[in-house]
């Protein structure tokens, strides 16, 4: 790495994980026929419920083209395949938006194993507040006669007043 660019780095601070990983992975992505953000704006191109079942595997292009390409996709099944199917000109439509010119005429589907997704992360579980906190937000729903909503209300505030301590 140059002097110029470390330095640059050591003045913004952090530098962003996508610049040195997209260093090392850009020959792989584009030889797949890929640019490297459309890996990771998959869903946002072709929605969560696509995206879940179907992953892009890569673009055939023409030889010597770079418009008109065949889209290859996975599909964890093959009835999914047959809805894949169906949704054909509007993922289309949608990528060669996304790349802004028309780099895929047409979609060939495969059937195959998906990789296997990590999973949400689980929320942490609620701490109590401290007393003086807890004390504070009782007296403050006192005056509601709704018991429902003065339940509500509490444990909004135990929620909120647990984030803060």
Do not use: C
């Not at 890996?39 to 992953?55: E, F, K, Q, R």
């Amino acid at each position: 790495m140059s002097d110029s660019r470390k330095s640059e780095r050591h003045a913004r601070g952090l530098e962003h994980v996508s610049v040195p990983v997209g260093t090392v992975a850009a020959p792989a992505v584009f030889r797949r026929g890929f640019n490297a953000a459309m890996l990771v704006d998959w869903p946002s191109i072709v929605g969560s419920a696509v995206a879940s079942h179907a992953l892009p595997d890569r673009i055939a292009f023409p030889k010597g083209e770079r418009s008109g390409g065949t889209l290859h996709i996975r599909v964890a099944n093959g009835s999914f395949a047959t809805i894949l199917q169906h949704y054909q000109p509007q993922i289309i439509e949608r990528v060669n938006a996304w790349f802004g010119y028309g780099a895929v005429a047409r979609i060939a589907i495969n059937q195959g194993p998906l990789p296997r997704r990590q999973p949400p992360p689980q929320p942490k579980p609620a701490v109590p507040p401290p007393p003086e906190r807890k004390a504070v937000l009782e007296q403050g729903l006192a005056g509601i006669e709704d018991e429902e909503l003065r339940q509500a209300l509490a444990a909004l505030g135990e929620r909120i007043a647990s984030r803060q301590g």
